[in-house]
């Protein structure tokens, strides 16, 4: 889907509220762009991105433009995510696991262990692994921008709902000081929420061929199909 610039979402709101020195207020209308398209939260708006982070004392730092993780890869085989944090740490008590790859819980069968797979965990911006140096490929989601500006970029079909935000986060500076009334703020705010949703709809409803063919599976999955008479 065609992407298109952040300025563009910002002219059209300062052309909306009539604004006549926007100059000093673009940068703060373009964040408040990435702010919108992280509130849409739809696939298009972000990119796919890999690479590669080095392992050192048992711990790796995310990308710092990294918006999502979606998998760890360590040479061949892919580390299992646990949230048992127990995992990462040294300790003596016999209650508290200690530093090891180990038996996974994650994975019971008739409640034995099954799997001494490397683990790890994500937190406060590194990924915690049980093994203790090395390298790992990531695979996670930025927030979609134009290589050359950095400036965020919009699925077209966002472009209203964007738009929509603006406005609203413009007159909500004006309303918290005082110069609009209660009514316009909560009428801006109604209409982010709408373009919001309908923006949500557009883009997450699957296309005609999609839809058909899903149809196509299912209807190959009906067991009379595969039923012979006597």
């Known amino acids: 889907m065609?992407?298109?610039p952040a300025r563009t979402a910002v002219a059209q709101a300062v052309r909306d509220l009539q604004i006549e020195n926007p100059n000093n207020k673009i940068n703060t209308m373009i964040e408040w762009v990435r702010e919108a398209?992280?509130?849409?939260?739809v696939?298009?708006?972000y990119t796919r991105m890999e690479c590669e982070v080095t392992?050192?004392?048992?711990?790796a730092e995310i990308p710092f433009d990294?918006?999502?993780?979606?998998?760890v890869k360590i040479g061949e085989k892919y580390p299992e995510h646990t949230a048992r944090s127990f995992k990462l740490?040294?300790?003596d008590s016999e209650n508290l696991a200690d530093r090891t790859s180990g038996s996974s819980l994650n994975n019971l069968h008739d409640n034995v262990p099954q799997s001494d797979m490397t683990q790890y965990t994500i937190e406060n911006g590194y990924i915690n692994f049980t093994i203790p140096s090395g390298t790992a490929g990531v695979a996670y989601l930025v927030n979609a921008k134009d290589l050359k500006t950095g400036e965020p970029v919009i699925d077209i079909r966002l472009l209203e709902a964007v738009t929509a935000y603006l406005v609203y986060k413009v007159l909500q500076s004006k309303f918290y000081i005082g110069k609009i009334s209660a009514g316009a703020y909560t009428d801006a705010k109604q209409n982010w929420w709408f373009a919001c949703?309908?923006?949500r709809g557009k883009v997450n409803m699957p296309s005609r061929s999609k839809m058909d063919r899903?149809?196509?599976?299912w209807n190959n999955l009906k067991p009379w199909k595969r039923i012979q008479k006597n």
């Open 2 to 4: 065609k992407q298109i």
């Open 89 to 91: 740490f040294n300790k």
């Open 214 to 217: 899903v149809g196509s599976m």
């Open 197 to 199: 949703q309908n923006a």
């Open 55 to 59: 392992i050192k004392d048992y711990r």
């Open 66 to 71: 990294c918006y999502k993780l979606l998998e």
């Open 43 to 45: 696939k298009s708006s």
């Open 37 to 41: 398209l992280v509130h849409l939260d």
